[in-house]
């Protein structure tokens, strides 16, 4: 095991190759980790387990099913979420490989395109961490700037305008989710990181994204950015009024988009 990982997440990751080298003796020939941990943005409490585990062939999905239903028992937080893939499918363009077995907050799915893209296998090229198997720079992951750059504002122009679009119906349930925190959080560092990829090549962290608007925007979009980083790491609210803040939020998302 990697010494220099969060113990909590040392722990889970032993937990999960002991239960997978039981049920499915040598499926997994290596296992890494990448989102926050590979952006050296992890928070405990906070932050998922972002993993990519890579096997030779087609794993059973009833064994996988087993597999994560035994962990979550051990593990119940933070959540174990990934994807299973092979050493050929990480070298060639994601898009262009085959749908497979994925786990979210718990939940498998056998026949999933989850997090097979390519910020997916940018995160994991430049500062993914080994757990088993060779070196993260062995495995020869796909990389295409241009393509990432492109995606990024597809992204931005489809899944991000529609999140403002549908926030902004005050009564909707998305409406209802963006007086949350989490939704505070995740928008506003959301659209700033898809931003900075555009600006700078690099997939960021949400914290990166953060110092990133400050410096970039204008003064009075400050205070929602600070909220959003004030909800990852902890301390009373910049904003007394969540009618307040929900409005600063789409401004401030908007204005991103905008750009």
Same mark, same amino acid.
């Given at each position: 095991m990697i010494t220099s990982l969060d113990d909590g997440v040392s722990r889970v990751c032993d937990a999960y190759l002991e239960l997978a080298d039981r049920h499915v003796p040598g499926l997994v020939g290596g296992l890494y980790l990448q989102g926050s941990i590979a952006l050296g943005d992890y928070r405990p409490g906070k932050s998922d387990i972002d993993f990519v585990a890579v096997v030779d062939e087609r794993p059973d999905a009833e064994l996988l099913r087993r597999v994560h239903a035994e962990l979550r028992k051990r593990h119940a937080r933070p959540f174990?979420?990934?994807?299973?893939?092979?050493?050929?499918?990480?070298r060639r363009d994601p898009e262009k490989t085959p749908a497979g077995p994925s786990v979210h907050r718990w939940r498998f799915t056998e026949e999933s395109r989850a997090e097979r893209h390519l910020v997916t296998w940018h995160v994991l090229a430049r500062g993914g961490v080994a757990v088993r198997g060779p070196s993260v720079a062995e495995l020869g992951v796909h990389l295409d700037p241009d393509a990432l750059a492109h995606r990024t504002r597809e992204n931005m122009a489809t899944y991000w305008t529609r999140w403002v679009a549908n926030s902004s119906r005050p009564l909707s349930s998305w409406g209802i989710a963006s007086f949350s925190d989490h939704q505070t959080s995740w928008g506003a560092l959301g659209v700033t990181r898809l931003r900075q990829t555009l600006a700078t090549g690099e997939i960021a962290s949400k914290t990166a994204a953060g110092?990133?608007?400050?410096?970039?925007?204008?003064? @009075?979009?400050? *205070?929602?950015?600070?909220?959003?980083?004030?909800?990852?790491?902890?301390?009373?609210?910049?904003?007394?009024? @969540?009618?307040? *803040?929900r409005a600063d939020l789409l401004a401030y998302m908007t204005m991103v988009l905008e750009k």
């Amino acid at each position: 095991m990697i010494t220099s990982l969060d113990d909590g997440v040392s722990r889970v990751c032993d937990a999960y190759l002991e239960l997978a080298d039981r049920h499915v003796p040598g499926l997994v020939g290596g296992l890494y980790l990448q989102g926050s941990i590979a952006l050296g943005d992890y928070r405990p409490g906070k932050s998922d387990i972002d993993f990519v585990a890579v096997v030779d062939e087609r794993p059973d999905a009833e064994l996988l099913r087993r597999v994560h239903a035994e962990l979550r028992k051990r593990h119940a937080r933070p959540f174990f979420d990934g994807l299973y893939v092979t050493r050929e499918d990480l070298r060639r363009d994601p898009e262009k490989t085959p749908a497979g077995p994925s786990v979210h907050r718990w939940r498998f799915t056998e026949e999933s395109r989850a997090e097979r893209h390519l910020v997916t296998w940018h995160v994991l090229a430049r500062g993914g961490v080994a757990v088993r198997g060779p070196s993260v720079a062995e495995l020869g992951v796909h990389l295409d700037p241009d393509a990432l750059a492109h995606r990024t504002r597809e992204n931005m122009a489809t899944y991000w305008t529609r999140w403002v679009a549908n926030s902004s119906r005050p009564l909707s349930s998305w409406g209802i989710a963006s007086f949350s925190d989490h939704q505070t959080s995740w928008g506003a560092l959301g659209v700033t990181r898809l931003r900075q990829t555009l600006a700078t090549g690099e997939i960021a962290s949400k914290t990166a994204a953060g110092e990133y608007a400050l410096e970039t925007f204008d003064e @009075r979009w400050h *205070r929602i950015v600070r909220e959003a980083l004030r909800i990852r790491t902890g301390g009373p609210s910049l904003h007394r009024n @969540r009618f307040r *803040r929900r409005a600063d939020l789409l401004a401030y998302m908007t204005m991103v988009l905008e750009k």
